[in-house]
């Protein structure tokens, strides 16, 4: 069976205290790829949910520096620790599996700080 990719866009032009900055359904999908600038200061804390039922409760996947840097399931990669992606032209990217994910939430928190980005599941 084949699926059909999906695109998307993500941002958050104020960042402060622990908010989401994304909710992407991955039902029926086995992967996400997500791509992602930080602007004005650097990120304090990158948290990723994943929901495994319609209507059930965000469970964290990732949440500290190891999660990212060393990655095991469900993060299949990640361009360094993203709790403190840094500000600039720096392209930060993020890739999951999502396969028993029902939806994604993702997290950030900062100073002020913006995150613009794509995303892609498969």
């Known amino acids: ?11 958050n032009l104020d960042i402060d205290s622990s908010e989401a900055v994304t909710v992407i359904n991955t039902e ?6 997500i791509d992602f600038i930080v602007g004005a200061a650097n990120l304090t804390a990158f948290v990723v949910e994943y929901r495994f ?4 409760n965000w469970v964290p996947q990732a949440t500290v520096a190891l999660d990212y840097t060393t ?22 990217n993020l890739r999951l599996d999502v396969s ?3 939806a994604v939430r993702i997290m950030a928190a900062g100073v002020s700080s913006t995150l613009v980005g794509n995303y892609r599941k498969s």
């Not at 039922?53 to 059930?56: I, L, V």
């Open 28 to 33: 029926g999908y086995s992967d996400l790829s």
């Open 53 to 56: 039922a319609p209507n059930g």
């Open 71 to 92: 990655p095991k399931a469900p993060v299949k990669k990640a361009s360094g620790d993203l709790n403190v992606a840094a500000s600039g032209s720096t392209v930060h």
């Open 100 to 102: 028993n994910a029902n």
């Open 1 to 11: 069976m084949t699926l059909a990719t999906r695109y998307g866009t993500l941002s």
